[in-house]
Each structure stands twice: as structure tokens, then as C-alpha cells.
């Protein structure tokens, strides 16, 4: 459910989204902003779930596999507190510094040049996720 959350989110949510509010950045990136503290809470309850069936599956077979897909769920959990503790807050501290519309301030404005690159890091992190969930799948089977 986690993993295809996030697909969902990355390949059909955000570019529509973005598609239909091209003009309306502020709001565009008000309901990304919930959208991905909405993932957050169900990435930790998901991956803690994910995380018990994998313990008990090291406990009774001590696979490799599960050991490695333990691994990746801890990951995956990691990266999204990272983004939720780190990226996101500095990310709405920047665009609170704009004191007004995000179509207002140039592209080389220094804030918004930090807030693209804040964005950067948030989709490198939530696509390390993906792929992470996408490799504990394999795992599973």
C-alpha cells in the first residue's frame, strides 16, 4: 500500500496536480505539502507493520532475504523521517520568507533557488523510497 501510495503520488497525483494549477504554485505546493505528510503517517504505520512480519520471518526461517527487506523498510523509514524532520519544515520556512505569492519572487531569487533545491532533495528522497520499496517487494518473494 506504501509503495503504491508513492507511485501513485510521483506518476499520476503530482503532475496532474501540477498540470492543473500550473499558474497557482502556492496552492500547488499547499496540497503537496499535506499529500506528503498524509504519505509520511502512513509510511511509518505501513513500514512498522512491514518491519513486524519481517522480524518474525528473520526469527523463523533466518532468511537473507528478509534480513535484507528489514533493511530496506529501516531505510525507507529513515529517509521519510529525514524529509519530514528536515526538508519539508525548511521548506515552508522558505516559502513563508516569500511574504507572499510564490509567482511573485523570480527564479533567481536567492529563496527561491533554495526552495527548488530543497524540492530536488525532497524528490530524491522520496524516489530512494520508492525504489527501496520496490526492492524489499522483490524480496518478499
Known amino acids: 500500500m ?7 503520488f510521483a506518476f499520476v497525483f503530482a503532475p496532474i496536480a501540477f498540470g492543473r494549477l500550473r499558474g497557482d504554485l502556492d496552492t500547488f505546493a499547499a496540497i503537496v505539502g499535506s499529500s506528503l505528510g498524509a504519505l509520511a503517517v502512513l509510511g511509518y504505520v505501513c ?4 518491519l513486524v512480519t519481517s522480524a518474525a520471518e528473520i526469527f523463523r526461517t533466518r532468511s537473507r ?8 523498510i529501516v531505510a525507507m523509514l529513515t529517509l521519510v523521517a529525514f524529509s519530514q524532520l528536515a526538508i519539508v519544515p525548511e521548506m515552508f520556512a522558505t516559502q513563508e520568507s516569500f511574504h507572499g505569492s510564490f509567482n511573485a519572487v523570480a527564479k533567481d531569487d536567492p529563496r527561491r533557488v533554495r526552495y527548488d533545491a530543497l524540492h530536488a ?3 530524491r528522497t522520496y524516489g530512494a523510497v520508492l ?3 520496490l ?7
Open 47 to 50: 513500514g512498522a507493520a512491514s
Open 121 to 123: 532533495e525532497s524528490s
Open 2 to 8: 506504501w509503495v503504491g501510495s508513492l507511485a501513485g
Open 135 to 141: 526492492v524489499a517487494i522483490a524480496l518478499s518473494q
Open 131 to 133: 525504489i527501496l520499496g
Open 65 to 72: 532475504a528478509a534480513i535484507a527487506r528489514a533493511g530496506c
